[in-house]
């Protein structure tokens, strides 16, 4: 079975729906961006001060094209790495996707909470968060809305989702 592969935007419930649905699953849960911490000894927020937007995408790549597709388990990728590298392509290769959406009031909540562990909204003012999120929403749907199934996440339980999976993908 190839890996289930949860696609959206920061905030939009990736990490906390992996981690639930790997356990239900009985799979492992693997999230790019700890990944990416724990091989450069760093938080993600000092790689993007000290190399930069472009040093962690080449990061989230190599992590991409190293996927194992053989591997059963729930991964959560980073909220701009479909967009970058043809990577929502490779990642519909090797993959499950899945776009967990969400709409950019409850996102914006859910951000506003914890800007000071999210690099490209750190320091943002309400409205500057706000326009950064419809913004970056409009860029990034196209990449999202190429996975294989979308869910609203505001509105659908780990159980939802596990319905609507393909009968290969529920072990």
């Not at 999230?31 to 190399?51: C, K, M, R, Y």
Request: net charge negative.
């Amino acid at each position: 079975m190839r890996p289930i592969i949860l696609v959206g935007f920061m905030g939009s419930g990736k990490t906390t729906v992996g981690k639930e649905l790997a356990s239900v699953l009985g799979c492992p849960f693997t999230d790019t961006d700890q990944v990416i911490e724990n091989s450069e000894g760093v938080p993600v927020s000092q790689i993007f001060a000290e190399n930069g937007e472009n040093y962690f995408r080449e990061l989230e790549k190599d992590i991409v094209e190293n996927l194992d597709d053989t591997h059963f388990e729930v991964i959560a990728v980073g909220g701009g790495l479909p967009c970058y590298n043809g990577l929502m392509d490779v990642l519909n290769k090797k993959g499950f996707t899945v776009y967990l959406k969400a709409d950019e009031e409850l996102l914006f909540v859910r951000l506003w909470h914890e800007m000071e562990e999210r690099p490209l909204i750190e320091g943002m003012g309400e409205h500057e968060l706000k326009a950064f999120i419809s913004r970056k929403l409009m860029e990034r749907e196209p990449y999202y809305q190429q996975a294989l199934i979308t869910i609203l996440s505001t509105e659908s339980t780990v159980s939802d989702i596990i319905r609507q999976l393909p009968p290969h993908q529920k072990n």
